[in-house]
């Protein structure tokens, strides 16, 4: 009986779906270690949303991309739009797994009905979270990247989604691209 338990257990430990939640797990264990306030189903679903866009976790707990071997990353928890439900912004890499930059920003929601969502990812060395606009609405973000010219991101209510609204000039002319001045929907 014995025999047939551990054979059991064995079979069990080694098949696809096992290792498979094991890893999620790992992954997501590296990027909330030193968080809180974030639910457990949350925390699931972004460690699933990463590991189908690559990211795994090694045996000491930190975040890996392929070729790219063990990457830095910072997980910040908050509430963007201070209706009691947390907001994730995850920013990892290094210029081999996220280019010249050197990390990517990710911002995950959770929608009216549950439903966790990326909301951003994409290259960028750092965020601000501007001031919103009115008591609960949600902020603008504005990334930081290689240049004077910062694109600032708006949340559109309609769509439950961030988008990029306009650009900001850190320097004046900063966005000008030859002739044409570039500018987005204020």
Not at 29 to 38: D, E, L, M, V
Not at 70 to 98: A, F, Q, R, Y
Not at 101 to 127: H, M, N, P, T
Request: hydrophobic share 40%.
């Amino acid at each position: 009986m014995k025999t047939i338990i551990a054979l059991a257990t064995s079979l069990l430990v080694s098949s696809p779906v096992f290792v498979q939640a094991a890893a999620m797990d790992d992954v997501k264990k590296a990027i909330f270690a030193g968080t809180s306030g974030i639910a457990d189903n949350m925390q699931g679903k972004v460690a699933e949303l990463l590991s189908q866009r690559g990211w795994q976790a090694n045996a000491q707990g930190e975040l890996m991309q392929g070729q790219c071997g063990v990457v830095p990353h910072k997980t910040e928890v908050l509430d963007l739009n201070g209706d009691g439900k947390k907001e994730v912004i995850l920013m990892v890499g290094n210029e081999c797994s996220s280019g010249k930059i050197g990390q990517q920003v990710y911002l995950f929601s959770q929608s009216a009905d549950g439903k966790v969502e990326r909301q951003l990812g994409f290259s960028a060395s750092g965020y601000r979270v501007l001031k919103a606009k009115a008591e609960g609405a949600w902020p603008d973000l504005l990334f930081l990247g290689t240049g004077e010219c910062q694109p600032v991101w708006r949340h559109q209510a309609a769509s439950g989604r961030y988008t990029f609204n306009h650009l900001y000039e850190a320097k004046p002319q900063a966005c000008k691209v030859g002739q044409m001045q570039v500018h987005g929907n204020n």
